[in-house]
């Protein structure tokens, strides 16, 4: 009899277990799987200046190849992201700690007051840095004297990379910090002690216990973080705005994307690329889960 409820109840839960997950299947595939296929299709489909549009399989992707204008975007990108990342992932990782070692009554106003910063994101972090960036009106002008150029402007090409990750950090370190905060309160505090009974000091408990045990989380953060820096495309447009003639338009790749397809009226050649993207972020991603093992469950895969 008990078999039987438990036979019956099986089709129940399953139901359950989908409508949590349909809402996020249906906006997946409208703005993830519909576009991403708009795009293959689209990069195929040859649009020259004279003449009708045709199919050619390479095109598109050879004149993205050969443009003067993506290897500089891909070195300031590749730039931007070897700063940021490590960057980032130290901050992350040594302020998490240091809020798991000094769990005090003030522990929560700690996380909120770290997370606060990632509350303005997009354009409008972007604007604030820009104002911050400008050494007439930044309240921190003073500071900001030696990076100022002989034009009297600090955001150009070449600062750029520094710049955007500052604002990197700053934006998203809080969030990051209160997810490795959560993940470091779930390890055994008996696994702790044992360790600190065998004299490992805490440093060597950080580096050798916790941070294996959050590797996952520690994955996922590098993942997210690559996909959205690989494709950074609002903060350089909205301070090369602000610092006009001082940042290309084409500063980013994804800014180049953006270029084909706003400027240039190419959308085939904007999908190439955007094709391309897509396959090194996908590519990376596989890379990182698999040499961190991202979804193996007690060491199996």
Not at 21 to 41: E, K, N, R, T
């Amino acid at each position: 009899m008990t078999s039987v409820k438990m036979v019956a109840r099986r089709p129940r839960r399953r139901a359950t277990g989908w409508s949590f997950v349909a809402l996020y299947v249906v906006l997946l595939v409208a703005f993830g799987v519909v576009p991403v296929i708009y795009a293959i299709v689209t990069a195929f489909f040859v649009t020259p200046v004279v003449g009708p549009t045709y199919f050619s399989l390479l095109d598109n992707f050879a004149a993205v190849l050969a443009d003067y204008r993506l290897p500089v975007a891909a070195v300031n990108v590749a730039m931007y992201l070897l700063i940021w990342l490590p960057l980032l992932l130290v901050v992350v990782f040594v302020i998490a700690l240091v809020l798991d070692a000094k769990r005090t009554r003030l522990g929560a106003l700690t996380r909120f007051i770290s997370y606060v910063p990632g509350a303005v994101t997009g354009s409008a972090a972007a604007l604030l840095w820009l104002f911050m960036f400008s050494p007439a009106v930044s309240p921190i002008g003073p500071l900001l004297a030696p990076l100022v150029g002989a034009n009297g402007i600090i955001i150009s090409d070449s600062s750029l990379p520094m710049i955007l990750a500052v604002m990197g950090v700053a934006i998203g370190a809080g969030g990051w910090i209160v997810m490795l905060y959560g993940a470091l309160t779930a390890i055994p505090p008996e696994l702790i002690e044992a360790a600190r009974i065998d004299g490992a000091n805490v440093w060597q408990q950080a580096l050798h216990i916790k941070l294996p045990l959050i590797r996952s989380y520690v994955a996922f953060i590098l993942i997210v973080s690559f996909a959205a820096g690989f494709q950074v495309f609002v903060e350089p447009q909205v301070l090369g705005t602000g610092a006009r003639g001082q940042v290309s338009s084409t500063w980013s790749v994804n800014q180049l994307v953006y270029s084909y397809a706003s400027g240039e009226s190419n959308y085939g050649r904007a999908s190439a690329l955007s094709v391309l993207l897509l396959i090194i972020t996908v590519t990376a991603a596989v890379i990182i889960i698999r040499k961190t093992k991202f979804y193996s469950i007690d060491g199996r895969s």
